[in-house]
C-alpha cells in the first residue's frame, strides 16, 4: 500500500511539474487591427459641447488602436439622416450615431445597417425601439435618460433660483424634434409641476450650430419680459453663452438666475461669474470614450450593448472648483 501511494504522489508531481514547464497559453489577440468606425459628435467641429465628446473618443481610438472617421452634423437632425444614410454606404464595421432625428427618421436605417453587417450604437440621444431589436447585435447607449435629466435640471432650478410659484421662466429648448425634445418636456414639466410660468422659445437652426446667433434673440425677449427670473438652455452650447445673452440684455450677475446642461469652459467661466447658477453635467467625454469602446467589444468580442446613464451630476458655484479645471481641458 505503501508503496502504490509513493507511486501516485510521483506521478501527480510529475505531471504538476509539466505543467509548470509548458509553454504559455497564446495571449487573447486584443489588437483592433483592420476595424473601421465612424462617429457622429454631433455639432460643429470646434463646437463647445461637440469637442469634448470628440476628445472623449479620440482618446478611445487611441487606447484600442482602431480606425475612426468623424462627421460632423451641427445638431441638424435632416443632415444626421443624410451623413448616417452616407456612412452605411462606405460599409464600416461600427458606427455609433446620435439620435436627435428619432426611430421614424433612424430606424430603418438602423435595421439596413445591420443587414449589411454593421454594428450601431448611440450616443447622447437613445434610439430605444432599434435599441431592445439589437442589443444583443451591440447596440447600446452612453448619455443622459433625456426626460429625467430634463425633469432633474427643472428641479434643480427651482430650488436653486428660489423660485416660487407665479414666478417667470424662459425655456429655450427643442420640443421640435422628437427624441431630443423629451429633455426640453422634462424641464417644462418639472418647473409647471412647481407652479412656475414657463415662457418657450424653439432653437432656430442657425442658433442651434451657432450659439452667438441667438444673442438679439434673447435681449429682445427679456426686453418684453421684465419679470423674468430664470433662463434654461436646453442646449451645451447655449448654456456656454448664457454669460453673452444676459450681459447684452443689459442684466447683472444673479439678476436672472440662469441654467443649463453641460460643462465647457465658458461654462465654468459664467459659473463663476455669477451669470449661470446651475448645470446638470452629462459627462459628454463619456459619451465620445465609451461608444468607440462599445465598438470594439462587440467587433472584436461579440458583446452586447451598454446602456450607460452619465447625466447624474448638478454643477454649482458650490462644486465647481472640482472640475473647473477639467473643464477647462474640455474633458469635463
Known amino acids: 500500500m505503501k508503496k502504490g501511494k509513493m507511486k501516485k504522489q510521483a506521478a501527480v508531481l510529475?505531471?504538476?511539474?509539466?505543467?509548470?514547464?509548458?509553454?504559455?497559453?497564446?495571449?487573447?489577440?486584443?489588437s483592433c487591427e483592420g476595424k473601421r468606425f465612424v462617429f457622429f459628435p454631433g455639432g460643429p467641429e470646434g463646437g463647445?459641447?461637440?469637442?469634448?465628446?470628440?476628445n472623449g473618443a479620440v482618446?478611445?481610438?487611441?487606447?484600442?488602436?482602431?480606425?475612426v472617421d468623424y462627421v460632423w452634423s451641427d445638431w441638424n437632425p435632416a443632415k444626421m439622416v443624410q451623413?448616417?444614410?452616407?456612412?452605411?454606404?462606405?460599409?464600416?464595421?461600427?458606427?455609433?450615431?446620435?439620435?436627435?432625428?428619432?426611430?421614424?427618421?433612424?430606424?430603418?436605417?438602423?435595421?439596413?445597417?445591420?443587414s449589411?453587417?454593421?454594428?450601431?450604437?448611440?450616443?447622447?440621444?437613445?434610439?430605444?425601439?432599434?435599441?431592445?431589436?439589437?442589443?444583443?447585435?451591440?447596440?447600446?447607449?452612453?448619455?443622459?435618460?433625456?426626460?429625467?435629466?430634463?425633469?432633474?435640471?427643472?428641479?434643480?432650478?427651482?430650488?436653486?433660483?428660489?423660485?416660487?410659484s407665479g414666478d417667470e421662466a424662459l425655456v429655450w429648448g427643442l420640443l421640435g424634434q422628437e427624441a431630443r425634445g423629451q429633455r426640453t418636456k422634462g424641464v417644462i414639466d418639472a418647473l409647471e409641476a412647481a407652479g412656475v410660468k414657463v415662457s418657450y422659445l424653439e432653437i432656430s437652426d442657425s442658433t442651434n450650430k451657432d450659439a452667438a446667433t441667438g444673442t438679439p434673440v434673447f435681449a429682445s425677449f427679456a426686453a418684453s419680459h421684465p419679470g423674468l427670473k430664470a433662463v434654461v438652455t436646453d442646449h451645451g452650447a447655449l448654456t456656454a453663452t448664457l454669460g453673452t445673452y444676459l450681459r447684452t440684455a443689459g442684466k447683472k450677475p444673479d439678476e436672472v438666475c440662469g441654467a443649463g446642461f453641460d460643462l465647457s469652459a465658458?461654462?465654468?467661466?459664467?459659473?463663476?461669474?455669477?451669470?449661470?447658477?446651475?448645470?446638470?453635467?452629462?459627462q459628454p467625454f463619456l459619451q465620445g470614450y465609451l461608444?468607440?469602446?462599445?465598438?470594439?467589444?462587440t467587433a472584436k468580442f461579440g458583446f452586447a450593448g451598454m446602456n450607460v446613464d452619465t447625466g447624474a451630476a448638478l454643477i454649482t458655484a458650490g462644486n465647481i472648483d472640482m472640475v473647473a479645471p477639467l473643464a477647462a481641458e474640455a474633458i469635463r
Open 14 to 30: 510529475g505531471l504538476l511539474a509539466g505543467l509548470a514547464f509548458a509553454a504559455p497559453a497564446e495571449a487573447a489577440d486584443m
Open 48 to 54: 463647445s459641447f461637440a469637442s469634448i465628446v470628440y
Open 59 to 67: 482618446l478611445a481610438a487611441e487606447h484600442t488602436g482602431c480606425q
Open 83 to 114: 451623413q448616417f444614410k452616407e456612412a452605411i454606404a462606405r460599409r464600416p464595421d461600427g458606427i455609433a450615431l446620435m439620435g436627435h432625428p428619432g426611430e421614424a427618421a433612424l430606424g430603418n436605417l438602423v435595421d439596413e445597417a445591420r
Open 116 to 164: 449589411k453587417g454593421i454594428i450601431v450604437t448611440t450616443q447622447n440621444v437613445d434610439l430605444p425601439d432599434s435599441e431592445g431589436k439589437y442589443k444583443a447585435d451591440g447596440m447600446g447607449y452612453v448619455g443622459a435618460t433625456l426626460y429625467q435629466a430634463g425633469s432633474f435640471l427643472g428641479q434643480g432650478t427651482v430650488k436653486t433660483c428660489g423660485l416660487k
Open 266 to 282: 465658458a461654462t465654468a467661466q459664467g459659473i463663476e461669474e455669477g451669470y449661470i447658477d446651475v448645470v446638470l453635467d452629462q
Open 291 to 297: 461608444p468607440i469602446v462599445q465598438l470594439y467589444l
